[in-house]
């Protein structure tokens, strides 16, 4: 019995040692929340009106009801809309930010949507941005469901839907 505990514990330390020495999840998550080449460039082109009615269109696409919408010339939009299906539905608060180049999205964005969602007692919230998030982001995991979109996944669902970025 001892030798099977001794074996048991031998090859536990082997395998710890081997998942040490692969590369880190973190490089994969980092590849999520960095920008991309010629197609982030497209994305960062659009002016304010332009991703305004990209980010409603999509939202509409996805069954989304608007409820209201406010937009500034600087390329940020908060809009409030309801998913009608029951169960899954709600009630949703949706940021989108038209991103600087090479400007991440940081921390205290996330954390005012978050206190949004919470405030008005809404069921998610979600961040749409062209650009990507810095990699302090994805460490905040107290509060109300959020879904966070970059620019690479925004093209993508973009193209899921049929929505050209022209």
Do not use: W
Request: with cysteine.
């Amino acid at each position: 019995m001892f030798i099977l505990v001794t074996i048991a514990i031998l090859v536990g330390l082997a395998l710890i040692l081997l998942i040490n020495r692969s590369s880190p999840p973190v490089a994969a998550e980092r590849a999520y929340y960095q920008p991309r080449g010629m197609e982030q460039q497209r994305l960062e082109r659009l002016n304010p009106e332009q991703f305004e009615r990209l980010c409603i269109r999509l939202l509409e696409e996805m069954g989304l009801v608007i409820n209201s919408f406010n937009s500034n010339k600087q390329g940020m939009i908060d809009i409030t809309a309801v998913n009608p299906r029951p169960i899954t539905g709600g009630d949703y608060i949706v940021h989108c930010v038209l991103a600087a180049p090479n400007e991440p999205i940081d921390s205290t964005r996330i954390i005012a949507l978050s206190d949004t969602v919470r405030a008005e007692g809404a069921s998610k919230g979600i961040f749409i941005t062209t650009g990507f998030f810095s990699e302090e982001v994805p460490k905040l995991i107290e509060g109300p469901p959020l879904e966070l979109i970059n620019g690479q996944r925004f093209r993508q669902i973009l193209g899921e839907h049929r929505i050209s970025l022209a």
